[in-house]
């Protein structure tokens, strides 16, 4: 099969013109910063197909990153990515707000005035107290565990504000003056601010419509669309939200009439039905599976895009799970595994990715990927069954030890993954079981450091992109110590180090990119040194197209997937 993808890879042009959909396929990579088949014609359904459900279409809760993606569709946030191809995305536009912020105060003070003629599902306006709202729910970890915090974490340090549910005086480092005027008073400054405001955890929630820990059922709608019928892991509907208004959005094309999800389980079945012409692309945009990106490359090329993601596929060892307590024995686990096969597992250069060598993806300014202290591309990428023995004797486990590597059980891909590690750890002595668990169920279970702990889950796979384009943006939910939470933690290697926190407190304060840009090169190097991780692969994808898609491109807002909130259908 790799055999058949590499040759297949090579060639040039098209396959043929059986291309998935009725012919009119835009090419290979067509959809690569730039725009195959630009259109503004309306109409039609919009056909999604998944195999992953989002773990919550709470604004305020989800962290996937297709489902951001996709809440655009219904929901607004002051400001959002612009409608453009590849890195030209990562440049912030207007969307509720008039403007950017008005920024004072030495970088301290963000006021931003709403637009005229916003306006909820049901025809109410959207006001700066809906917004305020709607980013306080952060606070409520206790009944919204899961979302991004990075707004919460910037506004209040200290953690003294108890949320909407707990707190009815508001948060005072928000100020409403009246209904078309919102400023954000920050105790310090914080260069990526902004970029936290056009994140959909910053979106509107108007407060006699908030469900709670339910309100992902079905959202309130600010966006040209609404919930009409969702089914968890089955289906989700969405129709036009009759009360939106073109004129106040410059973003959103707003196309199909209609958008569908169908949410399957076996991944190879998912590729059929993209191929035969069934829907219109992945809603995951994990890419295709070996099967189908053979049968894709070979026959269907003109369907297919090879992207980037700025994802990094890692392995991270909790440290509360011994002997992962132990850099000694981490460093075993990394030197051990053998790079090239996980590499292969994973797809191969071209569906995979690149072999990793850090833990910092080449889209963040500061990022090196030759920083290889490891040797992790040395060798063809072979393990180092030397340097891990060697490792496992400092860690004083001679004769290796036992673990468990957890993984998500509708991930075939993270299974491959597992198995490839584990093969060859046993060579140097550390048998690691491989268990697999519930993939809607990630922060309750890997989540949850009692859980992990418990289960002894001494590995944990999975990938990681950046929330926004920076160190911050990427990195500190994964490595500062302030987010090692009970529950929806995604700091799963438990990082509780004062050195790397001051590092991201200078990064922050720090308003020059080139300064700040070196700021970040030291934080990744203090990371990857300090063998938490190992770094699988910089991943690409082999991502589908169906023919019948109209204003198609990869947008670097959203670590390459297709801009959905762009898409038109013939």
Not at 360 to 378: I, R
Not at 381 to 396: S, T, V, W
Request: aromatic residues 10%.
């Amino acid at each position: 099969m790799v055999a058949a993808l590499l040759s297949t890879a090579a060639c040039g042009g098209g396959g043929g013109n059986d291309d998935g959909g009725g012919g009119d396929a835009a090419g290979f990579n067509a959809a690569l910063d730039k725009v195959a088949k630009k259109s503004d014609k309306k109409g039609g359904t919009l056909k999604f197909i998944g195999v992953q459900d989002a773990d919550s279409w709470d604004p305020t809760r989800g962290y996937y990153g297709f489902a951001w993606n996709f809440m655009r569709y219904y929901t607004r946030t002051l400001v959002t990515p612009a409608a453009a191809p590849g890195e030209k995305a990562l440049e912030l536009k207007p969307d509720l707000a008039k403007s950017l912020a008005k920024v004072t105060n030495g970088g301290k003070t963000y006021t931003y005035e709403l637009k005229d003629g916003i306006t909820w599902q049901d025809g109410k306006p959207i006001t700066a107290q809906d917004i305020k709202y709607g980013i306080e729910r952060q606070w409520a970890q206790d009944v919204l565990s899961g979302g991004p915090v990075h707004v919460k974490n910037t506004l209040d340090p200290e953690g003294k504000y108890k949320g909407p549910y707990k707190d009815k005086g508001g948060l005072k480092a928000i100020e409403t003056p009246d209904d078309k005027t919102i400023v954000f008073n920050l105790p310090k400054p914080n260069s990526d601010f902004e970029q936290m405001m056009s994140m959909t955890s910053s979106a509107p929630v108007p407060k006699d419509k908030d469900t709670k820990s339910k309100y992902g059922q079905s959202p309130y709608s600010s966006g040209p669309y609404q919930f009409k019928d969702y089914q968890p892991n089955k289906k989700l509907t969405l129709v036009r939200n009759k009360n939106w208004k073109r004129s106040t959005d410059t973003v959103r094309k707003a196309l199909p009439d209609k958008i569908t999800v169908t949410l399957i389980s076996n991944p190879d079945e998912l590729d059929k039905r993209l191929i035969s012409g069934d829907y219109d692309l992945d809603l995951n945009a994990t890419g295709l599976s070996p099967a189908g990106r053979a049968s894709a490359l070979k026959e269907h090329k003109d369907n297919v895009d090879n992207p980037e993601t700025g994802f990094i596929r890692y392995a991270a060892f909790p440290q509360s799970v011994k002997p992962f307590d132990n850099i000694h024995c981490r460093k075993a686990v990394i030197y051990g595994s053998d790079h090239k096969s996980i590499q292969t597992a994973r797809g191969g250069p071209m569906a995979g990715g690149d072999i990793g060598t850090n833990m910092l993806p080449s889209v963040v300014p500061g990022s090196d990927p030759k920083y290889d202290p490891y040797g992790l591309t040395k060798n063809d990428g072979k393990a180092n069954e030397k340097m891990a023995k060697d490792e496992l004797k400092k860690c004083g486990k001679p004769n290796g030890f036992k673990t468990t590597i957890a993984v998500r059980n509708n991930k075939d891909v993270e299974v491959d993954s597992a198995e490839a590690m584990q093969a060859s750890l046993k060579k140097v002595g550390i048998n690691a079981q491989v268990s697999e668990y519930d993939g809607a169920q990630i922060a309750g279970i890997v989540g949850n450091p009692d859980v992990v702990k418990k289960k002894n889950y001494g590995i944990i796979i999975m990938g990681w992109g950046p929330d926004f384009n920076s160190v911050q943006g990427y990195g500190k939910p994964l490595w500062h110590s302030s987010n090692i939470l009970p529950n929806g933690n995604n700091n799963f290697a438990e990082i509780d180090d004062p050195k790397v926190d001051k590092l991201f407190a200078d990064f922050e304060g720090e308003l020059d990119k080139g300064k700040a840009a070196k700021i970040a090169t030291e934080i990744n190097k203090t990371v990857t040194d300090g063998a938490y991780y190992l770094p699988f692969v910089f991943e690409k994808m082999i991502s589908w197209r169906s023919s019948r898609l109209t204003n198609v491109y990869s947008t670097g807002a959203y670590s390459g997937q297709y801009d959905y909130a762009s898409l038109g259908v013939k």
